[in-house]
């Protein structure tokens, strides 16, 4: 077996992934990043909006400090953070993004004098002062109480990717793309690396390495429906729990977006609502002011999704052959308009769908978009039960986002928990040194060429793995989504039970030689299988409604029986996650109280 | 009318001592708002398990699944079948090794580009967190951008009849990456500097001015500006250094 050694090994090499791999290749650590991509592809890139940091340059950014950054994403997350980390947080973003101009991102700048803005179809006027001239400025994004997002265009995860990769290759770090983890090495107490399938050649690789860091992504391709890239399917997520020891953080956070188009499920922004955008169902009314007679299309992401589903399951959808939708009409607000402030969008019609918005409907219904849950792990960025295994960004509960996470807050969790991590991580491998058990490297070895070797000869029979997978995205879709109550969420968990025995059955219908896309879902698929468990167990037993955890059947916040993190670990043998809780936070500065948005009924 | 779609594909994989470079054919019903996206995907988990092709974010952004559709590279996200006759022809990028059927490996390639062209900020100064970040025009941030859009899919490469000449050949991507570079005050490098990487035969110079680079870039990139920019630059340079009064 080819085995390759290093200090520090990155599974995945996306912003978070990148961040820390930077820190340790400056620190003179010898640095490998596994991607199942070329590092520029990750999924990072894809978060077009903007990043917060509170440097308050921009006229209605200022005032702005961390101080204010911190309350906002605490009361984003409906108080389920570490409260801690959010404070950690919030006071690096702005060095974060300093240090990302430093090295080579085209922020957009103030401009001094008067300019105009959209807040919910009106215009208002606004006057750059010019003693800020040149400064990093920034745009609004919801849930903020200024305006925070720095941003290059529509392109911002895309710059900050391209100049990490930039800063990764001039430090030196050793990208090895198109190489998927699919086990982590471990002897109970210690990580030792990983064993990974090339994926141009199928070959199986041992990565030994002092400390390993897993930086994935999140997991939305569970998911029937999903903003995500098609290589957010949890192989992070999915290694971590298949130790039985580290546990996944509060499985069942998950956010979902009210406009995904139908059918790829590409975003189209907020601001289409935000500008004065209308959504129709299949007679072309307006419904959102029969549910939300104030807000209507303007209330918060999750409380439209949630109508949204709600008028689906009405009969109300548009039916279509990618199932029922519905219509974003943003017609009345004109080509001018569209064409200028919404090009992006207009952009994402005529490309993915041939859809012109100046003159038709655009087909949406809401997805997943983004997993707060995550591999657990302190505020160093440490996983919680195995020595030496390290977690950053969307992979990890770190736990800044607790049961929402706040726009601009994803991109601006990358590099921060980056920064931070990769420090504490140069001091851990500092002073470490590791005992590499060649017992406990040849035991998983051997487990996993069997696995594949059952797999490609269909020992244990041939079902379909794209099946079962279809299969489990249905149940969580339908049953674990935007509106969850206790009658589905168990039938989701009795249902994903039998797929999950299904799934050990899964055989090759190809022959599994070279990159071979079949294998390479076939290896995750149980593993998915025990993540999607975990999610709808974890929904299913947390009797509450905190942040986009909707329940029907308990549509209070109890702070008094829920202010806890769950914390899901799957022993051997098991049909069901073992579920643990912790306090969501040691440090309390903040506490909790009224979002002042979406529901307010509390039990303390 | 749904129309019957037929899918010329190109199949091989190296890795196969029995599999021979071919072409299959797989017919699907055309649906409404179909890309080559989720035509794909449809062939792979309802026809043939083993066809391989790259996407990921299926968005345009990321730049994965750039295919030779209908003689013409270009990103399959972003290609809808209703722009395309009932037969469509898929074919691997050329230039690039191949990993499987219509997948090419364009992460080595890009990644010995970037490490050639040396595709990040130059410079001595030290980053201090404690101080405000140093100022930038607006308006030079916006045109660096533009630049910066580049996603690294391989169609100009691709299209480039000096790139499927020679192998040293940098590309249009390189070429504009450097020209970002060289807009950008951050970054120290001189114009020697520049010149040593670019202004030879396997830079600016192999450039046969063919300039599908440009015609075939799914972001729109000004390849056709940068690439004459580029040439003036490095012209004046080679004609200072005659004279020995080139930075």
């Known amino acids: 077996m080819e085995t390759i050694y290093t200090d520090l090994l990155s599974i995945g090499a996306g912003l978070a992934g990148e961040r820390v791999a930077v820190e340790a290749a400056v620190a003179g650590f010898d640095t490998i990043c596994l991607s199942i991509v070329p590092p520029r592809r990750s999924h990072s890139s894809a978060a077009q909006g903007g990043m917060q940091a509170s440097l308050g340059n921009c006229a209605m950014g200022q005032g702005d400090n961390p101080d204010v950054h911190f309350q906002d994403t605490v009361k984003g997350s409906d108080w389920g953070c570490d409260q801690e980390v959010a404070r950690m947080f919030a006071e690096t973003a702005p060095i974060a993004v300093r240090e990302m101009a430093f090295w080579g991102i085209p922020w957009n700048r103030v401009v001094p004098g008067k300019s105009t803005y959209y807040k919910g179809g009106k215009q208002f006027e606004k006057v750059e002062a010019k003693e800020k001239e040149g400064l990093i400025t920034a745009r609004d994004f919801g849930g903020t109480a200024k305006w925070r997002t720095c941003y290059t265009s529509d392109g911002t995860g895309h710059t900050l990717l391209y ?15 198109r190489m998927e983890a699919i086990s982590l090495i471990h002897d109970g107490e210690t990580c030792m690396g990983a064993v990974a399938r090339c994926m141009k050649t199928g070959k199986l690789r041992v990565y030994l390495a002092k400390a390993t860091l897993i930086a994935t992504g999140g997991y939305g391709r569970i998911y029937r429906e999903t903003t995500n890239a098609v290589i957010n399917d949890g192989s992070g997520a999915i290694i971590a729990l298949d130790t039985g020891i580290v546990p996944i953080g509060n499985p069942e956070a998950i956010q979902f977006h009210p406009t995904g188009i139908v059918p790829t499920h590409i975003l189209v922004t907020e601001g289409c609502r935000g500008d004065g955008g209308t959504l129709l169902d299949v007679d072309e009314k307006r419904f959102m002011h029969e549910y939300e007679p104030t807000k209507a299309e303007l209330a918060s992401r999750d409380v439209v999704s949630r109508w949204m589903t709600h008028h689906i399951r ?11 939708h519905l219509w974003l009409d943003i017609r009345h607000l004109g080509a001018d308009h569209i064409k200028t402030k919404l090009r992006e969008v207009e952009e994402i019609c005529n490309n993915f769908l041939g859809v012109d918005p100046i003159t038709q409907l655009i087909p949406v219904r809401p997805a997943q978009h983004y997993t707060m849950a995550g591999v657990r792990t302190n505020k160093d960025g440490a996983a919680y039960g195995l020595k030496g295994l390290f977690s950053a960004g969307e992979a990890a509960c770190w736990d800044m986002h607790g049961f929402n996470r706040l726009g601009g807050n994803s991109l601006a969790e990358t590099i921060v928990a980056g920064r931070i991590v ?76 039998v797929i999950y025995e299904r799934s050990k059955k899964v055989g090759l219908h190809s022959n599994g030689i070279g990159a071979s896309p079949e294998l390479s879902l076939a290896i995750k698929i149980q593993g998915m299988l025990r993540l999607a468990l975990c999610v709808a167990h974890g929904a299913c037993v947390r009797t509450e409604s905190r942040g986009c955890h909707a329940r029907e059947d308990f549509p209070e916040r109890n702070d008094g029986d829920w202010l806890k993190r769950t914390l899901a670990t799957w022993k051997e043998g098991d049909v069901l996650p073992t579920l643990n809780y912790e306090p969501v936070t040691k440090v309390i500065e903040l506490p909790p109280g009224d979002r002042g948005y979406g529901s307010t009924k509390i039990i303390s | 009318m749904t129309r019957r779609l037929t899918f010329n594909i190109f199949r091989y994989n190296p890795q196969d001592p029995e599999s021979v470079p071919h072409t299959d054919n797989f017919v699907l019903e ?23 092709f790259d996407f990921c974010c299926r968005a345009g952004i990321c730049g994965a699944c750039a295919m030779v559709i209908n003689g013409r590279p270009g990103l399959a996200c972003k290609t809808l079948t209703k722009d395309l006759p009932d037969e469509i022809t898929l074919m691997p990028l050329p230039v690039f090794k191949l990993v499987g059927d219509l997948s090419v490996d364009t992460g080595t390639w890009f990644s010995a580009m970037n490490e050639k062209v040396e595709s990040w900020v130059h410079t001595n100064k030290k980053m201090d967190p404690t101080v405000q970040e140093e100022r930038m025009n607006n308006a030079l941030a916006e045109e660096i951008y533009e630049l910066e859009r580049c996603v690294e899919c391989g169609c100009c490469v691709a299209a480039c ?62 390849l056709q500006d940068q690439l004459g920019i580029l040439r003036r630059q490095m012209g004046w340079t080679a004609v200072k250094q005659l004279f020995h009064i080139a930075k």
């Open chain 1, 163 to 177: 100049t990490m990769d930039n800063k990764a290759v001039e430090a030196g770090v050793r990208v090895h793309d």
């Open chain 1, 422 to 497: 990769g420090i504490k991580l140069v001091e851990f491998l500092k002073g470490y040194e590791v005992k590499f058990n060649t017992q406990a490297i040849k035991d998983r070895v051997a487990i996993d060429k069997e696995r594949i070797e059952r797999l490609v000869g269909c020992k244990d029979g041939r079902e379909n793995v794209y099946a079962v997978r279809n299969a489990m995205q249905d149940q969580l879709m339908d049953k674990v989504g935007i509106f969850r109550n206790g009658k589905d969420l168990q039938s989701a968990v009795d249902n994903l039970q």
């Open chain 2, 161 to 222: 009849g000096t790139a499927n000449m020679r192998q040293d050949f940098l590309g249009a991507v390189a070429l504009n990456r450097i020209a970002r570079f060289i807009m950008d005050p951050r970054d120290e490098r001189t114009e020697k500097e520049y010149f040593e990487v670019v202004g030879t035969d396997e830079g600016i110079f192999g450039c046969m001015g063919l300039l599908a680079c440009e015609d075939v870039c799914p972001k729109q990139l000004p």
């Open chain 2, 30 to 52: 055309e649906a409404e708002r179909m890309t080559l996206y989720i035509a794909l995907t449809k062939i792979r988990e309802e026809q043939d398990h083993s066809l391989t």
């Open chain 1, 314 to 324: 009405q009969g109300k959808g548009v039916p279509s052959p990618y199932g029922n």
